[in-house]
Protein backbone atom coordinates (compact mmCIF):
# COMPACT_ATOMS: atom_id res chain seq x y z
CA UNK A 1 0.00 0.00 0.00
CA UNK A 2 1.40 3.04 -1.32
CA UNK A 3 1.73 6.34 1.37
CA UNK A 4 1.56 9.76 0.21
CA UNK A 5 4.61 12.10 0.67
CA UNK A 6 3.92 15.63 2.39
CA UNK A 7 5.65 18.06 0.64
CA UNK A 8 8.60 19.94 2.39
CA UNK A 9 7.52 22.79 4.95
CA UNK A 10 8.66 26.23 3.33
CA UNK A 11 9.46 29.43 5.48
CA UNK A 12 10.26 32.71 5.51
CA UNK A 13 13.48 32.39 7.89
CA UNK A 14 14.65 36.16 7.93
CA UNK A 15 13.66 39.74 6.43
CA UNK A 16 15.71 42.77 5.81
CA UNK A 17 14.90 46.50 5.32
CA UNK A 18 17.70 48.99 3.80
CA UNK A 19 15.81 52.66 4.59
CA UNK A 20 17.92 55.53 2.55
CA UNK A 21 19.16 58.02 4.72
CA UNK A 22 16.95 61.09 3.88
CA UNK A 23 13.56 62.04 3.81
CA UNK A 24 11.06 64.35 2.92
CA UNK A 25 7.92 65.73 4.75
CA UNK A 26 4.86 66.84 3.67
CA UNK A 27 5.68 70.63 4.40
CA UNK A 28 8.80 70.86 2.50
CA UNK A 29 7.21 68.53 -0.77
CA UNK A 30 4.61 71.24 -0.71
CA UNK A 31 6.51 74.25 -0.03
CA UNK A 32 8.66 73.13 -3.29
CA UNK A 33 5.24 72.02 -5.45
CA UNK A 34 3.84 75.13 -4.79
CA UNK A 35 7.43 77.03 -5.86
CA UNK A 36 7.31 75.17 -8.86
CA UNK A 37 3.67 76.37 -9.52
CA UNK A 38 4.56 79.43 -9.40
CA UNK A 39 7.38 79.71 -11.79
CA UNK A 40 4.82 77.80 -14.31
CA UNK A 41 2.21 79.89 -14.29
CA UNK A 42 4.50 82.86 -14.43
CA UNK A 43 6.53 80.99 -17.56
CA UNK A 44 3.69 80.64 -19.20
CA UNK A 45 1.05 83.71 -18.29
CA UNK A 46 0.65 84.39 -21.71
CA UNK A 47 -0.68 81.33 -22.98
CA UNK A 48 -2.80 80.83 -19.69
CA UNK A 49 -4.16 84.10 -20.47
CA UNK A 50 -5.04 83.33 -24.00
CA UNK A 51 -6.94 80.47 -22.48
CA UNK A 52 -3.97 77.84 -24.46
CA UNK A 53 -3.10 76.71 -21.11
CA UNK A 54 -4.58 75.38 -17.54
CA UNK A 55 -2.88 77.36 -14.97
CA UNK A 56 -1.49 74.42 -12.11
CA UNK A 57 -2.74 74.48 -8.64
CA UNK A 58 -1.04 74.32 -5.51
CA UNK A 59 -1.04 71.20 -3.88
CA UNK A 60 -1.17 70.94 0.39
CA UNK A 61 -0.58 69.28 3.54
CA UNK A 62 -4.33 68.36 3.99
CA UNK A 63 -4.95 67.49 0.54
CA UNK A 64 -2.16 64.72 0.88
CA UNK A 65 -2.71 62.87 4.13
CA UNK A 66 -6.81 63.40 3.39
CA UNK A 67 -6.09 61.80 -0.06
CA UNK A 68 -3.42 59.02 1.16
CA UNK A 69 -2.72 58.72 4.37
CA UNK A 70 1.03 59.78 3.87
CA UNK A 71 3.18 61.97 6.12
CA UNK A 72 7.06 61.98 4.79
CA UNK A 73 8.68 59.39 2.42
CA UNK A 74 12.47 58.32 2.56
CA UNK A 75 14.35 58.76 -0.72
CA UNK A 76 17.77 58.50 -2.36
CA UNK A 77 18.43 61.87 -3.02
CA UNK A 78 16.52 64.42 -1.61
CA UNK A 79 17.99 67.90 -2.75
CA UNK A 80 17.09 67.19 -6.47
CA UNK A 81 13.29 66.28 -5.60
CA UNK A 82 12.58 69.93 -3.82
CA UNK A 83 14.67 71.87 -6.36
CA UNK A 84 11.90 74.22 -7.95
CA UNK A 85 13.44 74.19 -11.42
CA UNK A 86 14.61 70.53 -11.46
CA UNK A 87 11.68 68.43 -9.58
CA UNK A 88 13.56 64.50 -9.30
CA UNK A 89 16.25 63.11 -7.86
CA UNK A 90 20.21 63.32 -8.33
CA UNK A 91 21.60 60.06 -8.85
CA UNK A 92 24.83 59.82 -10.17
CA UNK A 93 26.02 57.42 -13.19
CA UNK A 94 28.51 54.62 -12.22
CA UNK A 95 31.05 52.90 -14.05
CA UNK A 96 30.60 49.24 -14.98
CA UNK A 97 33.12 49.02 -12.51
CA UNK A 98 31.12 50.19 -9.78
CA UNK A 99 28.08 48.50 -8.12
CA UNK A 100 25.01 49.62 -9.51
CA UNK A 101 22.82 51.50 -7.20
CA UNK A 102 19.96 49.24 -6.70
CA UNK A 103 22.79 46.20 -6.30
CA UNK A 104 24.12 48.62 -3.09
CA UNK A 105 20.58 48.64 -1.81
CA UNK A 106 20.03 45.37 -2.41
CA UNK A 107 23.39 43.99 -0.80
CA UNK A 108 22.50 46.20 2.59
CA UNK A 109 18.90 44.19 3.04
CA UNK A 110 19.82 41.06 2.01
CA UNK A 111 22.77 41.33 4.38
CA UNK A 112 19.92 42.17 7.05
CA UNK A 113 17.70 39.46 5.80
CA UNK A 114 20.96 36.91 5.95
CA UNK A 115 21.73 38.18 9.35
CA UNK A 116 18.36 37.23 10.87
CA UNK A 117 18.44 33.99 8.89
CA UNK A 118 21.60 33.22 10.31
CA UNK A 119 22.53 32.27 6.21
CA UNK A 120 25.64 32.57 4.86
CA UNK A 121 26.26 33.04 0.63
CA UNK A 122 27.04 29.31 0.77
CA UNK A 123 23.52 28.30 1.82
CA UNK A 124 22.02 30.13 -0.88
CA UNK A 125 21.36 29.10 -4.24
CA UNK A 126 19.23 31.29 -6.19
CA UNK A 127 18.65 35.64 -6.23
CA UNK A 128 15.18 36.88 -7.23
CA UNK A 129 15.39 40.44 -7.81
CA UNK A 130 11.71 41.62 -7.96
CA UNK A 131 10.45 45.09 -8.19
CA UNK A 132 8.86 47.88 -10.56
CA UNK A 133 11.92 49.25 -12.50
CA UNK A 134 15.23 47.83 -13.34
CA UNK A 135 18.20 50.90 -13.84
CA UNK A 136 18.85 48.59 -16.80
CA UNK A 137 18.03 45.84 -19.25
CA UNK A 138 21.24 43.45 -18.76
CA UNK A 139 22.97 42.25 -17.14
CA UNK A 140 20.12 41.16 -14.46
CA UNK A 141 20.22 43.14 -11.45
CA UNK A 142 20.18 39.92 -9.96
CA UNK A 143 23.39 38.43 -10.96
CA UNK A 144 25.20 41.83 -9.90
CA UNK A 145 23.65 41.15 -6.29
CA UNK A 146 24.61 37.64 -6.66
CA UNK A 147 27.85 38.31 -7.37
CA UNK A 148 28.27 41.17 -5.12
CA UNK A 149 27.33 38.77 -1.79
CA UNK A 150 29.28 35.92 -3.32
CA UNK A 151 26.52 33.30 -3.88
CA UNK A 152 26.61 30.59 -6.19
CA UNK A 153 23.77 29.12 -8.62
CA UNK A 154 21.61 32.02 -10.62
CA UNK A 155 19.49 34.59 -10.74
CA UNK A 156 17.00 36.52 -12.21
CA UNK A 157 15.00 39.68 -12.63
CA UNK A 158 11.20 39.55 -12.08
CA UNK A 159 8.76 42.53 -12.50
CA UNK A 160 5.28 42.65 -11.98
CA UNK A 161 4.89 46.25 -10.55
CA UNK A 162 3.36 46.79 -7.06
CA UNK A 163 3.12 43.23 -6.77
CA UNK A 164 6.45 42.12 -7.53
CA UNK A 165 7.09 40.86 -3.77
CA UNK A 166 4.62 38.19 -3.24
CA UNK A 167 5.13 36.97 -7.28
CA UNK A 168 8.79 36.87 -6.25
CA UNK A 169 7.76 34.65 -2.97
CA UNK A 170 5.99 32.12 -4.69
CA UNK A 171 8.46 31.70 -7.68
CA UNK A 172 10.67 31.28 -4.66
CA UNK A 173 8.72 28.95 -2.62
CA UNK A 174 8.04 26.78 -5.88
CA UNK A 175 11.98 26.83 -6.60
CA UNK A 176 11.98 25.10 -3.11
CA UNK A 177 9.46 22.18 -3.57
CA UNK A 178 10.74 21.44 -7.01
CA UNK A 179 14.04 21.10 -5.70
CA UNK A 180 16.02 23.20 -7.67
CA UNK A 181 17.07 25.64 -4.61
CA UNK A 182 17.89 25.15 -1.18
CA UNK A 183 17.17 28.54 -0.21
CA UNK A 184 16.23 31.66 -2.06
CA UNK A 185 17.09 34.99 -1.30
CA UNK A 186 14.02 37.30 -2.55
CA UNK A 187 14.89 40.83 -2.90
CA UNK A 188 12.61 44.15 -3.66
CA UNK A 189 14.94 47.14 -4.42
CA UNK A 190 12.57 49.95 -5.29
CA UNK A 191 13.64 53.40 -5.91
CA UNK A 192 10.21 54.88 -6.76
CA UNK A 193 11.71 58.96 -6.53
CA UNK A 194 13.35 58.36 -10.24
CA UNK A 195 9.48 57.13 -12.14
CA UNK A 196 7.54 59.58 -10.15
CA UNK A 197 6.39 62.82 -11.81
CA UNK A 198 6.67 65.27 -8.90
CA UNK A 199 5.43 68.11 -10.77
CA UNK A 200 1.86 66.16 -10.83
CA UNK A 201 -0.05 67.70 -8.17
CA UNK A 202 -2.44 64.23 -8.40
CA UNK A 203 0.73 61.71 -7.43
CA UNK A 204 3.61 64.03 -6.57
CA UNK A 205 3.05 62.86 -3.21
CA UNK A 206 2.74 58.65 -3.35
CA UNK A 207 6.36 57.38 -3.37
CA UNK A 208 9.26 56.78 -1.62
CA UNK A 209 13.01 54.79 -1.98
CA UNK A 210 13.71 51.67 -0.06
CA UNK A 211 14.73 48.15 -0.34
CA UNK A 212 13.44 44.78 1.34
CA UNK A 213 14.52 41.23 1.70
CA UNK A 214 13.41 37.77 2.20
CA UNK A 215 15.13 34.66 2.49
CA UNK A 216 12.68 31.43 1.82
CA UNK A 217 13.99 27.96 2.67
CA UNK A 218 12.65 24.60 3.49
CA UNK A 219 12.35 24.64 7.20
CA UNK A 220 14.60 21.10 8.13
CA UNK A 221 17.56 23.57 6.46
CA UNK A 222 16.76 26.12 8.61
CA UNK A 223 18.40 27.68 11.83
CA UNK A 224 16.29 30.95 12.59
CA UNK A 225 14.63 31.39 15.55
CA UNK A 226 12.02 33.14 13.56
CA UNK A 227 10.39 31.26 11.02
CA UNK A 228 6.85 31.93 9.20
CA UNK A 229 5.39 28.93 7.25
CA UNK A 230 4.31 29.56 4.07
CA UNK A 231 0.63 27.91 4.03
CA UNK A 232 -0.31 28.74 0.42
CA UNK A 233 0.42 31.55 -2.61
CA UNK A 234 -2.15 32.95 -4.69
CA UNK A 235 -1.34 35.07 -7.94
CA UNK A 236 -3.64 37.18 -9.43
CA UNK A 237 -3.49 39.08 -12.65
CA UNK A 238 -6.04 41.20 -14.97
CA UNK A 239 -4.92 43.91 -17.85
CA UNK A 240 -5.96 47.40 -17.43
CA UNK A 241 -4.45 50.58 -18.23
CA UNK A 242 -5.77 52.10 -15.22
CA UNK A 243 -1.85 52.11 -14.00
CA UNK A 244 1.09 52.35 -16.12
CA UNK A 245 4.17 53.75 -17.12
CA UNK A 246 5.67 53.59 -20.88
CA UNK A 247 9.12 54.41 -20.69
CA UNK A 248 10.88 51.40 -22.45
CA UNK A 249 13.95 50.46 -24.71
CA UNK A 250 11.83 51.74 -27.73
CA UNK A 251 10.81 55.50 -26.33
CA UNK A 252 14.05 56.83 -28.57
CA UNK A 253 12.25 55.10 -32.14
CA UNK A 254 9.62 58.08 -31.92
CA UNK A 255 11.17 61.13 -31.02
CA UNK A 256 8.39 62.88 -30.47
CA UNK A 257 7.66 60.25 -27.31
CA UNK A 258 10.49 61.46 -25.55
CA UNK A 259 9.98 62.62 -22.38
CA UNK A 260 6.45 62.98 -22.91
CA UNK A 261 4.30 62.45 -19.40
CA UNK A 262 3.08 58.99 -20.39
CA UNK A 263 7.24 58.18 -20.16
CA UNK A 264 6.68 58.43 -15.94
CA UNK A 265 3.91 56.78 -13.61
CA UNK A 266 0.70 57.87 -14.19
CA UNK A 267 -2.81 56.77 -12.93
CA UNK A 268 -6.18 57.17 -12.93
CA UNK A 269 -6.91 57.02 -9.19
CA UNK A 270 -10.61 56.46 -8.47
CA UNK A 271 -11.04 53.47 -10.94
CA UNK A 272 -8.20 51.71 -9.42
CA UNK A 273 -9.67 51.90 -5.97
CA UNK A 274 -13.01 51.52 -7.35
CA UNK A 275 -11.51 48.06 -9.17
CA UNK A 276 -8.99 47.15 -7.05
CA UNK A 277 -10.40 46.96 -3.22
CA UNK A 278 -13.08 44.32 -4.54
CA UNK A 279 -11.15 42.15 -6.30
CA UNK A 280 -8.13 42.08 -3.62
CA UNK A 281 -10.61 41.59 -0.30
CA UNK A 282 -12.42 38.47 -2.33
CA UNK A 283 -8.95 36.99 -3.58
CA UNK A 284 -7.68 37.44 0.40
CA UNK A 285 -11.20 35.48 1.42
CA UNK A 286 -11.39 32.81 -1.18
CA UNK A 287 -7.55 31.91 -0.71
CA UNK A 288 -8.12 31.91 2.92
CA UNK A 289 -11.72 29.59 2.65
CA UNK A 290 -9.25 27.19 -0.03
CA UNK A 291 -7.03 26.59 2.84
CA UNK A 292 -9.41 26.33 5.41
CA UNK A 293 -8.77 29.07 7.61
CA UNK A 294 -11.46 31.01 8.73
CA UNK A 295 -11.28 34.87 8.61
CA UNK A 296 -11.44 35.02 12.68
CA UNK A 297 -8.59 33.02 12.49
CA UNK A 298 -6.82 35.42 10.89
CA UNK A 299 -4.25 37.65 13.29
CA UNK A 300 -2.65 40.10 10.42
CA UNK A 301 -2.94 41.57 7.11
CA UNK A 302 0.32 42.96 5.89
CA UNK A 303 -1.41 44.90 2.68
CA UNK A 304 0.59 46.69 -0.05
CA UNK A 305 1.00 50.32 1.31
CA UNK A 306 -0.16 52.48 -1.18
CA UNK A 307 -3.00 54.08 0.03
CA UNK A 308 -4.33 53.85 3.67
CA UNK A 309 -8.33 54.22 2.20
CA UNK A 310 -7.79 51.20 0.58
CA UNK A 311 -6.47 49.39 3.06
CA UNK A 312 -8.93 49.96 5.41
CA UNK A 313 -11.62 48.88 2.81
CA UNK A 314 -10.04 45.49 2.16
CA UNK A 315 -9.21 44.85 5.33
CA UNK A 316 -12.84 45.80 6.21
CA UNK A 317 -14.17 43.68 3.25
CA UNK A 318 -12.01 40.67 4.30
CA UNK A 319 -13.13 40.50 8.27
CA UNK A 320 -16.74 42.16 7.87
CA UNK A 321 -15.88 44.72 10.19
CA UNK A 322 -13.06 47.65 11.13
CA UNK A 323 -9.43 46.36 11.57
CA UNK A 324 -7.24 47.73 14.81
CA UNK A 325 -4.46 48.87 13.72
CA UNK A 326 -2.74 45.68 15.32
CA UNK A 327 -4.56 43.92 12.40
CA UNK A 328 -3.48 45.74 9.61
CA UNK A 329 -0.41 47.96 10.57
CA UNK A 330 0.40 50.76 8.45
CA UNK A 331 3.89 52.13 7.70
CA UNK A 332 2.84 54.54 4.30
CA UNK A 333 2.55 57.64 7.10
CA UNK A 334 6.34 57.31 7.18
CA UNK A 335 7.64 55.52 3.91
CA UNK A 336 4.65 56.60 1.67
CA UNK A 337 3.81 54.19 -1.13
CA UNK A 338 7.11 51.71 -1.99
CA UNK A 339 5.66 50.04 -4.41
CA UNK A 340 6.46 45.85 -4.31
CA UNK A 341 8.14 46.72 -0.97
CA UNK A 342 5.78 48.15 1.73
CA UNK A 343 3.81 44.72 2.46
CA UNK A 344 7.18 43.29 3.41
CA UNK A 345 8.13 46.46 5.19
CA UNK A 346 5.02 45.71 7.42
CA UNK A 347 5.48 42.27 8.06
CA UNK A 348 9.48 43.22 8.76
CA UNK A 349 8.44 46.10 11.12
CA UNK A 350 4.97 44.30 12.65
CA UNK A 351 4.82 40.52 12.96
CA UNK A 352 7.26 39.80 16.58
CA UNK A 353 3.94 40.14 18.91
CA UNK A 354 2.66 37.11 17.45
CA UNK A 355 2.41 33.75 18.89
CA UNK A 356 3.21 30.44 17.37
CA UNK A 357 0.18 28.98 15.41
CA UNK A 358 -1.25 32.91 14.49
CA UNK A 359 -1.73 33.00 11.05
CA UNK A 360 -1.33 36.50 8.63
CA UNK A 361 -1.59 37.16 4.78
CA UNK A 362 1.39 38.98 3.26
CA UNK A 363 -0.75 41.18 0.10
CA UNK A 364 0.59 43.00 -2.72
CA UNK A 365 -1.22 44.37 -5.51
CA UNK A 366 -0.94 47.36 -8.41
CA UNK A 367 -0.27 47.65 -12.10
CA UNK A 368 -1.63 44.89 -14.11
CA UNK A 369 -3.98 44.62 -12.28
CA UNK A 370 -1.83 42.60 -10.24
CA UNK A 371 -2.07 41.22 -6.63
CA UNK A 372 -0.81 38.57 -4.34
CA UNK A 373 -1.81 36.69 -1.27
CA UNK A 374 0.99 34.50 1.11
CA UNK A 375 -0.38 33.15 3.69
CA UNK A 376 2.04 32.47 6.41
CA UNK A 377 1.51 30.96 10.03
CA UNK A 378 4.56 31.96 12.67
CA UNK A 379 6.08 28.32 13.19
Known amino acids: MSQTTQPPTVVISGTGLYTPQESISNAELVATFNQYVDLYNE ?23 KAS ?17 RMHPFIAERSDEEQSVQ ?11 MEQANKTADD ?23 DALGI ?12 S ?35 DRDCHFIFGDVCTAMIVERLETSTSADNWEILGSRLQTQFSNNIRNNFGFLNRCDESGVGARDKLFRQNGRKVFKEVVPMVAE ?6 SDEGIETDDLKR ?53 MAAGEIGVICSFGAGYSAGSIIVKRH
Not at 69 to 85: A, Q
Not at 103 to 113: G, K, L, M, P, T
Request: contains cysteine; glycine residues 6%.
Open 124 to 146: IDAVIVACSNMQRAYPAMAIEVQ
Open 103 to 113: CEIAVAAARDA
Open 283 to 288: MIVSHL
Open 165 to 199: ATFGLQAAKDAILAGSARSVLVLNPEICSGHLAWE
Open 301 to 353: MWLHQANLGMNLLISKKVLGREATAEEAPVILNEYANTSSAGSVIAFHKYRQD
Open 43 to 65: DNKAAIEAGELEPLSYSSEEFIV
Open 152 to 163: KGFGFDMNVACS
Open 69 to 85: GIESRYVMNKSGVLDPK
